[in-house]
Each structure stands twice: as structure tokens, then as C-alpha cells.
């Protein structure tokens, strides 16, 4: 019995990692993007003599059932791997160049590939949760995100299963998976402060670097620098020590960029690296504002017409409304169609959630301008802990931010959209919104306070107009209603941040007939003025 369990474990780890054959090293079947051209597989020799791979089987493996495995390469009479190196498998768009060029077309996990050698040894590798054995050496190995390899670390780890020896990596087409000495730049963790700075304006360009070597890295040891279409722009050395696989924050200070769209790239240097080939990351990012700009969000429609953005070209050149991108601050990015024609400079489009509604509920619009985009970022209709409701983001549809917008929804009643009135977001001076129209100019008012008409019939849908002009740049105002007698009887607007002039609606809904007064108090923001205001006002109806 004894004799059998050990001739069974030797089993398992003879197709692990078969004695003096090259092994499976590295896998990428997910890329980043669109797959076609980019997977591939690496084999390597770790033998002192070189390898033929003449009539060698690389196989993939489809996990959803028994039995389902497909050829997907065979070497040829002049495919030798030599002593101590790395024979890569894959497509075209593989950099550097693959040495056997092969579409493989690999599944993401629970799949496996294979190599099956002309003596007869087999080594699987499978990855993700398994349910039939033969996809797997072991315990396979887990299915990594999007845009990792899955590797083996280190190179020649034979541990007896392949969870015990793959794991998610930067991939490294023909390199070593663990060199000694490797600093990289974590994938995807360059950040731009601000995101969207002024021109000529300080900034700071931050990420994370990471010591993917078997060696650690002493103090100092690691500049990084970060480049501007291959100018130097800021650089940055690194204080701490990182042992293998730690990672460490890093911010460079850049003095200021120019206007435009601009690919910022930071570069890690250390003495003595092994892989060149993870030393940089780039980040798109534009300077300055953007082509195009949000001018009303409406993110809380109250008449069935959907979500809608409106945008101005303030270009001086016509816009493609298809080559710009939509989103909220988490979803995927919408994209623009059915509308018509390019955008001159200094006209509106709408962005809509629902074209059709949109255009049924304001017919007077031009189709040609109202554009559809899906799939649409849901926004939302009430603030976080830090005031922000949603954030309304604008990119080019190669990445190039054009506009982020974060929003409060905090006092805007539902259904009044908010728009850009030079200096800040205010609800909007149409309570319907004013798609494809520029703010209404507000009137002016006779005294501090107003109440527009002074004579409400509900049961009609006439609501009141309630303005104000404040002798501060800014105040918080409250708006209450009172009866004759001075008791109150509703909470018209509650505190609110305003801007010193502006105005709101509101409908009495629900208020019996009567006569009333409306009054406002206002202060100062950031000081201790003060102000009231009333105004008298009479609801007409029936008395239930």
C-alpha cells in the first residue's frame, strides 16, 4: 500500500515538472484589451544542455468538460531550446517577437494548456477552479486578472502543484519571471495631481514601484524619472528599501506642463536590472480644459425623459460627438450615437439616457444635436460623506481625459436639473432645464427677497418663483412658511450654499388655502451678517 501512494505521488509530480524536460514557465491567456495577437506561452530549459523540440505538443485545454483538448502547436525539426533559455509560443503583437508564431486563442479560467514531449512526459497547467482532475497538476493555479500572466515563481519552482508554483505576474515574454535585481512600475498605478491641472501650473505625478526581483533593494537605490515626449520633466529618489515583492509610493513634483493632450511616462532606474521591459508605465492626460465642456446635468429627471448631460464644443473647430466618451466616477464609459454631423464651435449637444423620451419631452429640440449613449452611468440623486453625489467624466475615446465634474446634489429639488453659470454649479433657472439653450438670464429683482406670482393655485400647477439677492458673494439661506398667527407650517428650502443672486421654484402642494407669509434668512458664508426677509403670499382653492 505504501509502495503505491508513493507511486502515485511520484506521478504527480513527474507531470508537474518532468525530470530533464524544459517546463511551462509562463502563460498569458487574458490580455489586456482584445486578446488576438497577444497571448503566449514560455518554455524554459533549465538543463546545462540544449533541448530539441522537434514533434513536442503544446495543448489547451477547455475545463467545462472531460477529454477537451486542442492542438495548438508542434515543433518543428529546427525548434531548439537552448541551455538556460526561454522559448516563447505566441501572436504577433507579443513583444519581442515570439519564436514559433501561433494564434493560440486561450480561454480564461478554469482552463489548462499542456505539453505533451515526444518521449511521452506531459506537464499541466491549469488555472481556475477545477472540476475534473486531468486539467490540473494538484491544486491549480489561480485565474489572474485581466492583463497578468500567470508565471512561475521562481522560474524553476517545482513544489508539486500548480497553485503551489504559479502565480499572477507583470508579463515578461523571454525574460526571466523572478530576475535578481528588477524594479517596475506597478501596472496601472500612475496618478496626475491634479488630474487635470492648469497649464504652467505645479503638479504632481504619483505611482507605486515594486521590487519584482529575488534580490532586495537598498535604500537610495532606485531614481525615478518622470518625461514628457521624452523631456525630462520631475524626478525622484527612493528613500525606503524594498524586500522581494514589496512595493513602495512614490510622488514626483513637476513644475508645469503645457496645454494639450500630453503622454506623461515614469521610467525606474537600478543599477544592475534584469528586465527592461517593466521599467516605465505611461499616463494619458490633458492640461488645460478640455475640447468639450458639461454645461447641465440633469440627474434626477421628474417627467419620465431619462438622465441627460449637455455639452458645448468650446473649441474653435468642429467635434465629432462619437470621439468623446461618457461615464459617472465608477461605471464604464458610454459611448455617443444617432445623432447627426459634427458639432461647430460654440453650439450645445445633448448626451441622453433615453433619446426618444428625451425628444418626446422637449419636441422643439433638433434630433441633430440630442445623441445617444449607451450604456449610460446611472447618476446619483443624493450626496456622500464628502459632498459629492456622482462625478460626470468626459474622455476621448483613446483615454484622454477631457472634463471631470463632480457634483452635489444637496437643496436641488427633484426634476431641476443644474448648470455651469461661469464660476459654479446652481440648480438651474428653468425648473424644467433648458436642454440645447443657454441659462435663462435672471431678472432682476425690487427688494432682497421676491415671490413670484404672489397668488398660487396649486390645483392649476402654478408654482412660485422664490429669488433673492444677497449684499455677500455668497450665504446660506433658509426659506420657511408661516401663517397669520406665526406658526410654522413648512420648510420651503432648507439651508442652502448660494451664490448672492438666484432664484428657486417651488409648488404649494399640499398646502390648504390661505393666506401666508414666505420668509427668507440669510448669512454671510464665512462671516456673521446677517438678513430676513418676507414676503406675503396667498394659496387659492377649496377648503376640504
Known amino acids: 500500500m505504501l509502495l503505491s501512494v508513493l507511486a502515485a505521488s511520484h506521478l504527480v509530480l513527474a507531470i508537474c515538472a518532468p525530470a530533464g524536460h524544459p517546463l511551462l514557465a509562463e502563460i498569458l491567456y487574458d490580455a489586456a484589451g482584445d486578446d488576438t495577437g497577444q497571448e503566449f506561452v514560455e518554455l524554459y530549459n533549465p538543463t546545462p544542455v540544449p533541448y530539441p523540440l522537434s514533434g513536442a505538443r503544446l495543448e489547451a485545454g477547455d475545463g ?7 492542438l495548438r502547436w508542434v515543433g518543428g525539426a529546427l525548434d531548439t531550446l537552448r541551455a538556460g533559455g526561454r522559448f516563447v509560443i505566441g501572436g504577433a503583437r507579443v513583444v519581442p517577437a515570439p519564436d514559433a508564431l501561433v494564434e493560440l486563442q486561450l480561454q480564461n479560467g478554469p482552463d489548462a494548456v499542456r505539453m505533451v514531449w515526444p518521449d ?7 488555472f481556475g477552479a477545477h472540476t475534473f482532475p486531468e486539467y490540473s497538476c494538484g491544486a491549480p493555479a489561480v485565474d489572474v486578472p485581466s492583463g497578468f500572466s500567470l508565471a512561475r515563481l521562481p522560474d524553476d519552482s517545482d513544489r508539486g502543484s500548480n497553485a503551489q508554483d504559479f502565480a499572477a505576474a507583470t508579463p515578461s515574454p523571454g525574460s526571466a519571471n523572478r530576475p535578481g535585481r528588477d524594479a517596475a512600475i506597478v501596472p496601472g498605478s500612475l496618478t496626475l495631481d491634479p488630474d487635470q491641472p492648469a497649464p504652467d501650473a505645479p503638479a504632481r505625478l504619483a505611482g507605486r514601484v515594486m521590487n ?4 532586495p533593494i537598498a535604500e537610495h537605490e532606485i531614481d525615478l524619472g518622470a518625461e514628457d515626449d521624452a523631456s525630462t520633466i520631475g524626478s525622484f529618489r527612493l528613500e525606503s528599501a524594498l524586500a522581494p515583492g514589496d512595493s513602495a509610493a512614490f510622488a514626483i513634483p513637476i513644475d508645469g506642463l503645457l496645454a494639450g493632450k500630453r503622454m506623461l511616462r515614469v521610467r525606474a532606474r537600478l543599477a544592475g536590472d534584469e528586465a527592461a521591459g517593466n521599467d516605465a508605465e505611461s499616463l494619458r492626460v490633458r492640461v488645460g480644459p ?3 465642456e458639461v454645461t447641465e446635468i440633469q440627474f434626477h429627471p421628474a417627467a419620465g425623459e431619462g438622465e441627460w448631460v449637455e455639452v458645448r464644443n468650446r473649441s474653435s473647430a468642429p467635434l465629432a460627438v462619437t470621439d468623446f466618451l461618457l461615464s459617472d466616477r465608477r461605471a464604464a464609459p458610454g459611448e455617443a450615437s444617432l445623432g447627426s454631423g459634427p458639432l461647430p464651435p460654440e453650439s450645445l449637444a445633448v448626451l441622453a439616457q433615453d433619446r426618444d423620451a428625451l425628444l418626446a419631452r422637449f419636441p422643439a429640440l433638433d434630433p441633430a444635436r440630442v445623441w445617444s449613449v449607451a450604456p449610460w452611468a446611472s447618476l446619483n440623486n443624493s450626496d456622500d460623506s464628502t459632498g459629492v453625489a456622482d462625478v460626470v467624466t468626459l474622455r476621448e475615446v483613446d483615454g484622454t481625459p477631457c472634463q471631470r465634474v463632480p457634483y452635489s446634489a444637496h437643496g436641488v429639488p427633484a426634476g431641476v436639473p443644474i448648470e455651469w453659470r461661469g464660476e459654479e454649479w446652481r440648480p438651474a433657472t428653468d425648473p424644467l432645464g433648458g436642454p440645447l439653450s443657454p441659462p435663462r438670464t435672471l ?3 425690487p427688494a432682497r427677497f421676491a415671490v413670484t406670482p404672489r397668488r398660487l393655485r396649486p390645483a392649476a400647477g402654478i408654482a412660485a418663483t422664490l429669488g433673492w439677492e444677497l449684499p455677500w458673494p455668497r450665504g446660506r439661506i433658509t426659506i420657511d412658511l408661516y401663517d397669520l398667527a406665526g406658526h410654522r407650517i413648512a420648510q420651503v428650502l432648507p439651508e ?4 448672492s443672486r438666484g432664484e428657486r421654484p417651488w409648488s404649494a402642494a399640499g398646502i390648504r388655502p390661505g393666506v401666508y407669509v414666505v420668509s427668507l434668512f440669510a448669512r454671510a458664508e464665512g462671516g456673521s451678517a446677517t438678513l430676513a426677509a418676507s414676503q406675503p403670499l396667498r394659496i387659492e382653492g377649496s377648503v376640504p
Do not use: C, D
Request: hydrophobic share 45%.
Open 290 to 292: 478640455g475640447p468639450l
Open 64 to 70: 467545462a468538460g472531460p477529454g477537451r483538448w486542442t
Open 496 to 499: 442652502t450654499s448660494v451664490a
Open 120 to 126: 511521452g512526459a506531459v506537464e499541466v497547467v491549469g
Open 443 to 445: 431678472a432682476p429683482i
Open 212 to 215: 519584482r526581483g529575488a534580490q
